[in-house]
């Protein structure tokens, strides 16, 4: 918890500084895409910290420009890392997302958060959605998690009743920052994930079998640049199909 917040004001503050020069780089891409003759994709990236503050959606980015999948608009009200690079090289991609740090899945579906940023972002025609980690953290018992999970895709269905909705299970926090309880919690909130996205006929990315939160995050939570590729790999054959499927 006590990373997350650090990281949060952090965000935040970053998110703040970016917003002029992000606007601008975002209508340049738009912009670019437009002059292909294939309908351009707006996908959202909808969780917390993990979605918000780490890179794994700029390699996501790249890999689909490489595979010349450049029909494709990332949206949502946040904006940022500021900078992400890979092997050094400073990495062009489009920033938004749908990510708050500290946020918990529970909360989004008291408040109707989703639902407002659906509308203001319409029409989303998939969604990734990599979210749970601090009702875990903060004890929120798995059956609630799962109510709210109910609650989203409700919203989801309404907004936009064919959009893609891809659920990932929770990367593995570090026992050792965070004690073996939460640990196990967010092994014990994946196997209800998965029964929950195979009952309700969801598409499913395993980020968690293979990733190590030793050589693969920064404090046992976020993804360095290792995990942060881990993720965008997993993603994306996925999306890549989606993408396709609109
Ligand atoms: C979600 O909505 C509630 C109620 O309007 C608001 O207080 C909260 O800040 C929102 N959460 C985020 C992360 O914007
Ligand atoms: C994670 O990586 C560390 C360092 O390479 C290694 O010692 C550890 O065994 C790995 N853990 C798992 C679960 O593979
Ligand atoms: C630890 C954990 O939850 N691992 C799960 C990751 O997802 C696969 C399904 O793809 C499960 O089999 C693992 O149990």
Redesign the pocket.
């Known amino acids: 918890m006590k990373f997350s917040l650090l990281a949060s004001s952090f965000a935040l503050l970053n998110v703040a500084a970016a917003i002029p020069q992000q606007y601008e780089a975002r209508e340049e891409i738009v912009s670019r895409q437009d002059t292909s003759a294939a309908k351009t994709i707006r996908i959202m990236p909808f969780g917390a910290s993990i979605v918000e503050i780490t890179c794994w959606r700029a390699y996501l980015w790249q890999k689909l420009q490489t595979a010349n999948i450049k029909n494709i608009d990332f949206v949502g009200s946040g904006s940022g890392p500021s900078s992400c690079s890979l092997n050094g090289a400073t990495i062009d991609f489009d920033k938004n997302h749908e990510g708050h740090s500290g946020a918990l899945a529970t909360q989004y579906s008291a408040n109707g958060n989703l639902t407002r940023w659906l509308a203001d972002a319409a029409p989303v025609d998939i969604i990734m959605m990599h979210l749970g980690t601090n009702d875990v953290v903060t004890h929120v018992s798995n059956d609630d998690t799962i109510k709210a999970y109910d609650t989203l895709l409700a919203e989801m269905r309404a907004s936009n009743a064919n959009m893609k909705i891809i659920v990932s299970?929770l990367i593995?926090i570090s026992p050792n920052n965070f004690g073996q309880e939460v640990s196990d919690g967010?092994?014990s909130l994946?196997?209800a994930i998965?029964s929950w996205v195979d009952r309700n006929g969801l598409l499913?990315v395993?980020n968690?079998?293979g990733f190590n939160t030793t050589t693969m995050t920064s404090e046992g939570e976020h993804p360095n640049e290792a995990g942060s590729v881990f993720m965008s790999d997993h993603f994306f054959p996925v999306l890549k199909d989606q993408i396709a499927a609109v």
């Open positions: 299970n593995p967010i092994t994946n196997t998965k499913f395993d968690n079998t």
